[in-house]
């Protein structure tokens, strides 16, 4: 049994181990791989781990060993899964192993909007304190989260957590998904999309990217946004058109916290980049280390229920 790791850094960039998974088999673990490496490192592999390293189907041709391969994520669209599924290669993914992370980053975003607290760090340590008068000052207005309203487009494990989170808040919070909900608690109210659009101060994205879904945010569902709301997307770069962000952003009618961007890491012209009002992080949201330990569990239990003939999280069977 042999088992290549192509891409482990950044789930583990040092701070976790990965016994578990050498307990298994044979394993050869490397930080990064180059698509001209993977088929001489995978030659001999039975089981494949991939976060972002593309799997084509030329690739896995190459592969006539390879039975398993696991995504060390929850998207699996670097796999070609048709040759994988027609030459019965069984696929695995890692669902739900930190929505709380993800949560905790939107609202580490939503404070950050509505405290300003790095602003009045900075001009605390530039001397602005010790020369005011009274014994405090403020650089731009504060705003409590009680009573806005909390927009929240898709209700999966993640979008259920951030809703949580409002009501905790004691915000208003409408959610919008495929489908109607029912038997909702009683802070949160499901509404048809443009309706969420319409009336949320804050909107945070946690629907999954699909044809119906890109570019949802663009030119038109931005105009229907309140002056001066607050767009959270912790899920797909895609589900943003950037260019009409940006351009929106541009004219001051409103904000825009991205932890997800179209393509990673983005290019240098990337209109976000230099767009006013928004406030970025390298796709971290699901980075705590309590979430990457999950991650790893749950990978590692995937491969021992494939190899006792009880799969788990199998996107291909």
Known sequence: MKIVVLDGYTLNPGDLDWQALQA???SEIY????????????????????????????TLSHLPQLNYIGVLATGTNVVDIQYATEHGICVT???????DAVAQMVFAHVLHHYQQVALHDQAV??????????????????TSLKGLTLGVVGYGDIGQQVANLGVAFGMRVLI???????????????CERDTLF???????????????????????SLRLLKPGCLLVNTARGDLINEADLAQWLNQHKGFAAVDVLSTEPPSPDNP?????????TPHIAWATLQARQNLLNIAVNNIKQFLQGDVVNCVNG
């Open 24 to 26: 298994i088999g044979e």
């Open 176 to 190: 919008t998904s495929g489908k109607p909900k029912a038997d909702l608690p009683g802070a949160i109210t499901w």
């Open 198 to 220: 319409q009336q949320a101060d804050i909107i945070s994205l946690h629907c999954p990217l699909n044809i119906a879904t890109k570019h949802m945010i663009n030119s038109n």
């Open 31 to 58: 930080e990064h791989t180059l698509p001209s490496e993977v088929v001489a490192r995978c030659a001999e592999a039975q089981i494949v781990l991939t976060n972002k390293t593309v799997l084509t189907a030329h």
């Open 272 to 280: 976000l980049l230099s767009a006013i009002n928004i406030t970025l």
């Open 125 to 142: 340590k530039s001397g602005q304190w010790v020369s005011q008068r009274d014994f405090c000052f403020t650089l731009s207005p504060l």
């Open 93 to 99: 993914n890692i669902p739900a192993y930190g929505p």
